[in-house]
């Protein structure tokens, strides 16, 4: 069992820097025993000081790492609403709280598999975490990682040089057709899904509820193994207050229901009902 | 918490001895286990668990939470995983742990009330219920049990007699006058009552003009209830004779203890814990400091001592 007294953390911002609008990168120093993390795993952010917002809000973590004998977390995230816009306010040397890593990550199947990451917009966010493993952790193990990146429009396509040193090939798509394809970036990866080896890829995806839906229909159409990050309004983080559920797919099973924070938010794509919800 | 501070803190409820008065609320502390990462949940006054049904039950469709100013409102709607399921699956972790257990249970028809609570009674580990009659009584068109003092007689009175354990019933505070209910369920025979449940709310997108929560209303709970819950707790103190146990917004120890003030002879967390999940050790650890400072040796000399 896990020690009481450290399962809640304390970070310190380094840096929380507006990439362009609305968007924001914070880096963080954790504690040196802070838990190592499964990409897709997430924490619970909350400011220290101050009642507002009430609760914690979840967040991917999009990197960590040791610096200078330090550890390192990174959070990409949007302003969404108050909470978030809130937590953009927070400076160098204000502390939040942190419950985490959480829930269920990635799982990267062993042996020379094609790895295809499909992003949107801040689906980003943890698809990053999982190109570093992949490249770092996994070096030499895995087949090629592909990355599918589509956003809004060409300034939300961030960080593109350090994920062209990730990932062996990218593949860009804009809604409003600024850059790369011009169209929702699952048309990319459905245009190409006959090419991916069944057998031998899988397919990691992260976005909107509406894309990743999607990609659960690509899925079943090539028979592609395809793992989704889901999200859903979070109160606890730690599976306790129900407000995260979403339903299992299967017959027989309509009473049954999944926690995204706890059994997710990874799930691979056929666990899921993905008519429960709207949108 | 050990030796001398423990024996300071220790409450009777309906019979039913808590080292200290501080539960968790139900709904808010999963099955215990989910806790168990970040606290020694021995040390706890008692664990109240997810309200228990006879079936297992699915619960709303999302959005199922809101948050709001100073609180939330969730429309969770009643899920778990029913009682069978929880005896099996749940209770075996809640008996290596050595804190009382206490069965929230809830149901269509008095029946399965009555069921869920004869079930309950027969399994090893638990040691009290706790009656949510916050729920529609489907025979009688879908209104409350909560909200009638005769169903609420009914529901209560029906219990009683499906079980030897205590009987806490648990008050929706969405009614005009909570002392009738409060007077009725103790005619009924309900060894202590608690109070509140959730104040019925409802919260706008008004970018799209939907509500928030896909169930339209949801149940408001957090610090945003706390003076209502209070000023409940006080007037139902002083219209029954059995033990009253305060819940809604306690966040921290002296929210707590105004609670026991106003006369509740424990106390329930259940939001604090969503925020941060040690508020129920640190509210424990709080009103012990209390009481050395303010050099009370006995809880049983706090509760109850509003001056008006
Ligand atoms: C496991 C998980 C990982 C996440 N990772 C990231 C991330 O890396 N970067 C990032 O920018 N965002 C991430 N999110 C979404 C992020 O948590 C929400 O944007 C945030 O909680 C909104 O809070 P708010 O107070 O600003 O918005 P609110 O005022 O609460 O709501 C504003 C809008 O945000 C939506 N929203 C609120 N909470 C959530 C939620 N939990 N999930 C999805 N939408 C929500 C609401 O429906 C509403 O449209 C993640 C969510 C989950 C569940
Ligand atoms: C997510 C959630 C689920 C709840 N589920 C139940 C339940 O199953 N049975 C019940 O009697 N009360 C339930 N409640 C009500 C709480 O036990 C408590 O009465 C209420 O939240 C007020 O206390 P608080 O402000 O400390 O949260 C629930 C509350 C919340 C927030
Ligand atoms: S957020 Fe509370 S159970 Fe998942």
Redesign the interface.
């Known amino acids: ?2 020690d ?1 007294e450290k ?2 953390a304390t970070g310190i911002i380094i840096s929380n820097r507006e990439i362009f609008k609305d968007h924001f990168l914070m880096i963080l120093r954790v504690p040196a025993d802070f838990r190592a993390s499964v990409p897709g795993q997430f924490v619970m952010l ?1 400011r220290e000081e101050g ?1 507002h ?4 809000r979840p967040f991917s973590i999009h990197s960590l790492y040791s610096m200078n004998g330090e550890t390192v977390m990174e959070i990409l995230y949007r302003i969404s609403g ?2 978030t816009a809130l937590i953009a306010r927070l400076t160098a040397d204000d502390r939040v ?1 942190i ?1 985490g890593p959480l829930g269920r990550g990635f799982d990267v199947p062993v042996g020379k598999k094609k790895i295809v990451l499909v992003a949107g917009g801040m689906g980003i966010a943890p698809l990053f975490y999982l190109a570093e493993y992949c490249l770092e952790e996994r070096r030499g193990e895995l087949g090629e990682t592909v990355l599918y990146f589509g956003a809004q429009s060409s300034h939300h396509l961030f960080g593109l040089d350090r994920l062209e040193r990730l990932c062996s090939s990218l593949k860009l798509s804009t809604d409003d057709g600024t850059f790369g394809y011009h169209g929702p970036v699952t048309d990319l990866v459905a245009g190409d899904a006959l090419s991916f080896e069944r057998n031998d890829s899988t397919l990691f995806a992260c976005g909107p509820y509406g894309m990743i839906k999607e990609m659960a229909r690509i899925a079943e159409k090539f028979s592609i193994p395809c793992q989704v990050s889901v999200e ?5 983080g ?10 299992a797919s299967g017959e027989n099973t ?2 049954r ?1 999944m926690r995204v924070c ?1 059994e997710g938010p990874v799930f691979d794509t056929r666990e899921i009902d993905w008519n ?2 709207e949108g | 918490m050990k030796d001398n501070n423990s024996r300071r803190l220790a409450v009777d409820i309906g019979g039913l001895v808590l080292k200290n008065p501080v539960m968790t609320a139900s ?4 099955y215990g286990e ?7 949940l021995s040390v706890l006054g008692a664990i109240v668990v ?1 309200g228990l049904s006879i ?5 709303n ?7 709001t100013a ?3 409102l ?1 429309a ?1 709607g009643l ?1 778990n995983v029913g009682v069978r399921a929880f005896i099996d699956e749940k209770l075996p972790f809640l008996r290596e742990v050595d804190v009382p257990v206490i069965a929230n249970i809830l149901g269509d028809t008095v029946e399965e009330y009555c069921e869920v609570a004869h079930i309950l009674s027969e399994a090893e580990g638990i040691h009290a219920l706790e009656v949510n009659i916050s729920c529609p009584n489907v025979a009688q068109g879908g209104i409350d049990f909560g909200v009638n003092p005769e169903l609420a007689f009914k529901v209560t009175e029906g219990v009683k007699n499906a079980t030897d354990l205590p009987v806490i019933v648990k008050l929706t505070p969405n009614v005009t006058d909570i002392t009738e209910i409060a007077k009725s369920v103790e005619d009924a025979g309900a060894d202590a009552i608690s109070l509140i449940n959730t104040l019925t709310g409802l919260s706008i997108d008004i970018e799209k003009r939907i509500p928030h929560l896909k169930n339209i209303t949801g149940g408001l709970s ?2 945003a209830i706390k003076p209502v819950a209070l000023r409940m707790v006080w007037e139902v103190v002083r219209a029954v004779s059995v033990p009253v146990i305060g819940v809604g917004g306690i966040m921290k120890a002296g929210d707590a203890l105004e609670f026991l003030v106003a006369g509740a002879r424990a106390v329930q967390v259940g ?1 604090a ?6 508020s129920t050790v640190e509210i424990i650890k709080g009103i012990a400091a209390y009481m050395e400072r303010k050099g009370i040796d006995d809880i049983k000399d706090l509760i109850g001592t509003l001056k008006t």
């Open positions: 069992m896990a009481p399962s809640i909350r009642d917002p009430f609760l914690g108050m909470g709280t419950l859903e309004k979070m109160a606890c730690i599976g306790a207050c129900l407000g995260c559920a979403v339903r309509s009473k229901f706890k429960w919800r | 709904g808010t502390f999963g989910e806790y168990a990462a970040y606290i020694d997810k079936t297992p039950r699915e619960g469709p999302p959005s199922r939470i809101m948050e100073s609180g939330m969730n969770v899920e957090g610090p939001t814990n969503f925020v941060n999940p040690r």
